[in-house]
Each structure stands twice: as structure tokens, then as C-alpha cells.
């Protein structure tokens, strides 16, 4: 496609759940990146992913938080047992490679209630 | 590690005013600047970059230029218009050593213009 497409746009989900955000990057990027946007927290670094391979994970808040790419495109972020800390924009980006431009997703609007 | 600090906000302005956004970095190495907006509803867009000192990136009449002398990367619009109210965030990268090219953001400022 011609952005970076994410789904749901909006997830409400209750507390202890788990819930499961898609990514679709721009065609051709090999680099995704799931970043998360909470108030009081600004925007934080989740993972990257190289092809269908993780090399840094450091930004994943507890192990509650995982995520996959297969085929080197397509990804999803889940979050297991879902607190209401978790309630956040869940936004994903996606460049040519490290070094190139990141553009972003429009973000999951996840509210655990 | 990396880190960036922008001016605090709201930034409240009237129609056709100058903007200023403080924006200042912490990195090791020649990291990459970036500005990113933020619309109301809309999810964060990439206004402009520069990837070396003294470049200027610009766009839609907004320029920000690369002063490695003073770690700074502040944004500036001559006229701005009630359509520019958003969120704008600083951000950098660092350049390319083998590991991932994550963005680290600040807090971002709230512009609100009015007619």
C-alpha cells in the first residue's frame, strides 16, 4: 500500500485479555518498528525488526509484550493479560533499512477498561 | 545514551506570527535530526530531517537547521497559520553502526494558533 496500515484503529478490551495489533508496512521496507505513545510517557521505542528478525527488543515493556514478522512483512505486537497501564496509541513505522527516513503509521488506539 | 529536550508547551501564537521550538540533543556519534507533526486525530508525519551539520531541512515553510556546535535543532516558521496547530516532536537517530536506527523522540510541543 501507499502508507503504513494498522489494525484495529481502535481496540477497547478488558482488563486480563489478550489482544493482538497488525502492521502492514510500506511495500519494500525491510526495517519495522513498533513504537507506543502514552500520556504522561511521550513516545517510546517498543522493537525493530530486520526482515523477520528482532534485533533489538529492548524497548518491550514485560514479557506480557511480544511481537513476529513473518514473510518479512507483515507484523503483529501482542500484549497478554492486558493492565489498564497498557492503554495506549500502539503505533508502527516501517523504513528501507536502518538509517533511512521511518514513517509512521496512523496508530491503534488500545483502552483497557 | 541518546536523548532530546524540547521546549515545554503549549505554544500559543496568532495567525502570521514567527515560531520558534527550542529543540536540543544529547547523542555519540552524527546522529540523524528530525521534526515530526502530529495533526489533531491524525497519526505523526514526518515534516522535515537533516542528516549532517549545517544542513537545513524544510518543508511546507518550516526549516530547521543542524548546529552540531550547539546540539540544537530548533524549528522555525516565519508566518504560521491556524492550520499548523498540532503536536511537533524532535527526534534523532543515530547514523548506521550496526545497530537499529531507532528514533529517540522528545516530549513534543503543543502549538495552538488563532486567528
Known amino acids: 500500500g501507499a502508507g503504513v496500515s494498522q489494525s484495529p484503529s481502535n481496540k477497547v478490551t478488558e482488563k486480563g485479555k489478550d489482544v493482538e495489533l497488525r502492521c502492514d508496512p510500506i511495500?519494500?521496507?525491510?526495517?519495522l518498528y513498533w513504537y507506543r505513545q502514552s500520556l504522561g510517557q511521550g513516545l517510546e521505542f517498543l522493537i525493530y525488526f530486520q526482515g523477520n528478525s528482532a534485533p533489538d527488543k529492548s524497548g518491550l515493556p514485560s514479557d506480557r509484550f511480544s511481537a513476529e514478522r513473518t514473510g518479512g512483512s507483515v507484523s503483529t505486537l501482542t500484549i497478554q493479560r492486558t493492565q489498564q497501564e497498557d492503554s495506549a496509541v500502539y503505533l508502527c513505522?516501517?523504513?528501507f533499512g536502518p538509517g533511512n527516513t521511518i514513517y509512521f503509521g496512523e496508530g491503534s488506539w488500545l483502552t483497557v477498561v | 545514551g541518546n536523548s532530546v529536550t524540547q521546549m515545554e508547551g503549549p505554544v500559543t501564537l496568532s495567525e502570521e506570527a514567527f515560531l520558534t521550538i527550542n529543540c536540543t540533543y544529547t547523542?555519540?556519534?552524527?546522529?540523524?535530526l528530525f521534526w515530526y507533526v502530529q495533526y489533531p486525530g491524525e497519526g505523526l508525519q514526518l515534516l522535515l530531517k537533516?542528516?549532517?551539520?549545517?544542513d537545513k531541512g524544510s518543508n511546507k515553510g518550516f526549516e530547521a537547521t543542524y548546529r552540531k556546535e550547539t546540539t540544537s535543532f530548533h524549528l522555525e516558521k516565519g508566518s504560521v497559520q491556524v492550520s499548523d496547530s498540532a503536536v511537533y516532536f524532535c527526534?534523532?537517530?543515530?547514523?548506521?553502526?550496526?545497530?537499529?536506527?531507532?528514533?529517540?523522540f522528545g516530549t513534543g510541543t503543543r502549538l495552538q494558533v488563532t486567528l
Open positions: 537533516a542528516t549532517k551539520a549545517d
Open positions: 511495500s519494500g521496507h525491510t526495517a
Open positions: 527526534a534523532l537517530t543515530r547514523e548506521r553502526t550496526g545497530t537499529a536506527s531507532k528514533l529517540t
Open positions: 547523542a555519540t556519534g552524527y546522529p540523524s
Open positions: 513505522a516501517s523504513s
